[in-house]
Nanobody, 122 residues
Framework: QVRLVESGGGLVQAGGSLKLSCAAS????????MSWFRQVPGKEREFVAG?????GSSEYANSRFTVSRDSAENMVYLQITNLEPEDTAVYYC??????????????????WGQGTQVTVSS
């Protein structure tokens, strides 16, 4: 069974950077898309960035987000630079066995982590 565990969230000042980690287990992930979403209370989960595990190709909501993977360790990372208070949210790692298709809509994903809180102070 696929399991995703996020870590790395916390309280940071605006303008700083943060790197979130997602430890994936339970499959080989060669045919998976792995994405990061974020959510604030009262709003839908929002696509942040994602990659295709097979070749590492990625897509981003904006250039402040960088997603990467370590295939040997089954880890996915999200680097966020120049943090803004509006980035405050719970960040989730998600996985879907979708091959080359990288969905940006959260209902398309089957597997989710528990989330990690990121709070950006002004």
């Amino acid at each position: 069974q696929v399991r995703l565990v996020e870590s790395g969230g916390g309280l940071v000042q605006a303008g700083g950077s943060l790197k979130l980690s997602c430890a994936a287990s339970g499959d080989t992930f060669r045919r998976y898309a792995m994405s990061w979403f974020r959510q604030v209370p009262g709003k839908e989960r929002e696509f942040v960035a994602g990659l295709r595990w097979s070749d590492g190709s990625s897509e981003y909501a904006n250039s402040r987000f960088t997603v990467s993977r370590d295939s040997a360790e089954n880890m996915v990372y999200l680097q966020i630079t120049n943090l803004e208070p509006e980035d405050t949210a719970v960040y989730y790692c998600a996985a879907e066995e979708s091959g080359r298709v990288l969905y940006t809509s959260w209902p398309r994903y089957t597997y989710w982590g528990q989330g990690t809180q990121v709070t950006v102070s002004s």
